[in-house]
């Protein structure tokens, strides 16, 4: 199973918005809606941002949002903050099988 | 408070094995599937194995599969990972997380493994 593939970074200024891509194939992302993205600070524990291609989880601000088209899931991040600074990871099921395919990350930067 | 704590990382060499547990807590640990997630120093996240709520389904990464064994137990609320056969490219963090609604909602703070001579 191959890793979806994500920009290796990304950056954009306080309160722009910025998104970033995630594809993969129809074995994958455009095979399921199921698509997710998760967010990493350094030397910490990932946390789901967006699951089931554009829900937020409770808590999650609603600056983050999801979307897919075909093979292509994207998370957009607006009103940039200082604290989105993070590594991004999407995640698609991919089966029952080998349920769990990982992008390659982007590493947003709030300039 | 819903969490999830790994144990059970450390040191060993190439060919030698570990076994990591996952402490689970706050939440009804039998009602839910569970994962191994690993992440290389420096690297992206790779899911290593599946294990379903009353292991009726079991799935394994290729590069792990016949080596780990996923296992759990419910009345414990726990989950465990044996890793035989250890390779230099097996070390990682190595994280436990639920899975709920086809997305893995909560993760633990992870353990490290390091395989080296």
């Known amino acids: 199973q191959s890793a979806l593939t994500q920009p290796p970074s990304a950056s954009g200024s306080p309160g722009q918005s910025v998104t970033i891509s995630c594809t993969g194939t129809?074995?994958?992302?455009?095979?399921?809606?199921?698509v997710s993205w998760y967010q990493q600070h350094p030397g910490k524990a990932p946390k789901l941002m967006i699951s089931?291609?554009?829900k937020r989880p409770s808590g999650v601000p609603d600056r983050f949002s999801g979307s897919k088209s075909g093979n292509t899931a994207s998370l957009t991040v607006s009103g940039l903050q200082a604290e989105d600074e993070a590594d991004y990871y999407c995640?698609?099921?991919?089966?029952?099988?080998?349920?769990?395919?990982f992008g390659g990350g982007t590493k947003l930067t709030v300039l | 408070e819903v969490q999830l704590v790994e144990s059970g990382g450390g040191l060993v060499q190439p060919g030698g094995s570990l076994r990591l547990s996952c402490a689970a807590s706050?939440?009804?640990?039998?009602?839910?599937?569970m994962n191994w997630v690993r992440q290389a120093p420096g690297k992206g996240l790779e899911w290593v194995s599946y294990?379903?709520?009353?292991?009726?389904?079991?799935y394994y990464a290729d590069s792990v599969k016949g080596r780990f064994t996923i296992s759990r137990d419910n009345a414990k609320n726990s989950l465990y990972l044996q890793m035989n056969s250890l390779r230099v490219e097996d070390r990682a963090v190595y994280y436990c997380?639920?899975?709920?609604?086809?997305?893995?909602?909560?993760w633990g703070q992870g353990t490290m493994v390091t395989v080296s001579s």
């Open positions: 706050g939440f009804t640990f039998s009602s839910y599937s």
């Open positions: 997380v639920r899975d709920v609604n086809y997305a893995l909602d909560i």
């Open positions: 294990i379903g709520w009353n292991t009726n389904f079991i």
């Open positions: 089931e291609v554009n």
């Open positions: 129809s074995s994958d992302v455009g095979g399921y809606n199921y």
């Open positions: 995640c698609s099921y991919a089966g029952s099988s080998n349920p769990w395919v």
